[in-house]
């Protein structure tokens, strides 16, 4: 496995990160642990969850069994550079209890120690801002962080979902405060969409922000979903549906896996070999439900795009350009 370090942090991190959101939901505690050891035996060492993982009545479900797999000992937590996140209702689902979710200080102070709680550890290496707070200014925020800091309760900040203004706005807040700021986006890109190369990715390489790409295969758009369709394999659901039923973006998905098979790769490797060729991109997270889809994606890891194909990919799927220029009309 390669390692790089997280952004403007001393950290070192594998260039794939196991996204742990199918632990609960749809992977037994068992499963789970059983995915958690093949990753760290593949060299994985960056795991990433979320305080409302579990999701419904079992939000938190998630670090509970992050936890508990810490709790087996052999130096689990210490080989681990452990990520969360803290913003959404940890009630009930529907309307929050007041300051029960978002990035008051009131609720980060709350929501850092539940999830330390669940996870059974001291500490977390990466806290991150699942969502940006509209009502809480970042002074608020900071000062909270920097408290949080300072009683070693976590390491660094990171942003998700922040669009570029949003990450300017966080660490210019945060210097003039003294504070070290954000260390860490982890953003929605993949071939499929490419619009964080417009603002968001340039934003974070400026800010010295390690780029932590979720949904790589798009909702599985990308992992060969046509020829699991006339394989008799898993449907595509939802959003991917939707996206499928449309001719137009269903022909660039033909051409995408007919390329692929042309060069004998796996369409899900590959999307997540090209992110891997991206500028600023620390590492994809992958969120294997079962320890073959680990195994593919370590596969993934490994393997060398040819210039060629590079360039077939960027013919089917174009990213939008630079700004402004990706404005003009």
Not at 174 to 181: D, I, K
Not at 183 to 208: H, K, W
Request: charged share 25%; aromatic share 8%; with cysteine.
């Amino acid at each position: 496995m390669k390692y790089t370090q997280l952004g403007r942090t001393g950290l070192k991190v594998s260039r794939l990160v196991l996204g742990t959101m199918n632990f609960g939901p749809q992977t037994d505690e068992a499963d789970s642990h059983a995915i958690m050891d093949a990753a760290l035996d593949a060299g994985i060492n960056f795991f990433d969850t979320a305080n409302v993982y579990g999701w419904g009545e079992a939000k938190g479900r998630t670090e509970s069994i992050i936890g508990s797999w810490f709790a087996k000992g052999g130096d689990r937590r210490d080989k681990v550079v452990l990520a969360t996140k803290v913003y959404g209702n940890m009630g009930a689902d529907g309307p929050a209890w007041p300051n029960h979710d978002k990035l008051s200080a009131l609720n980060i102070r709350r929501a850092v120690d539940a999830s330390l709680k669940r996870l059974g550890t001291d500490y977390i290496d990466l806290y991150q801002f699942h969502h940006i707070d509209r009502d809480t200014p970042f002074e608020e925020i900071w000062q909270a962080i920097d408290v949080l800091v300072q009683q070693g309760k976590i390491l660094y900040a990171g942003s998700s979902n922040f669009p570029g203004y949003k990450i300017a706005q966080a660490n210019e807040t945060a210097a003039r405060r003294g504070s070290y700021g954000l260390v860490s986006e982890q953003c929605l890109y993949n071939l499929y969409e490419r619009r964080a190369e417009m603002e968001v990715i340039p934003a974070a390489q400026d800010y010295g922000l390690g780029v932590i790409p979720w949904s790589p295969l798009h909702g599985g758009l990308l992992g060969g979903v046509i020829r699991k369709e006339a394989e008799g394999g898993r449907r595509a659901s939802g959003r991917a549906a939707d996206t499928l039923a449309d001719p137009a973006a269903r022909a660039r998905l033909q051409s995408y896996e007919d390329l692929l098979d042309k060069h004998g790769v796996e369409p899900g490797e590959a999307a997540l070999a090209w992110l891997l060729t991206r500028p600023g991109v620390t590492g994809p997270i992958v969120g294997p439900r079962t320890a073959q889809q680990l195994d593919s994606a370590v596969k993934a890891a490994e393997l060398e795009l040819s210039e060629e194909l590079l360039t077939g990919l960027e013919e089917i799927f174009p990213g939008p350009g630079p700004s402004p220029e990706a404005f003009a009309w």
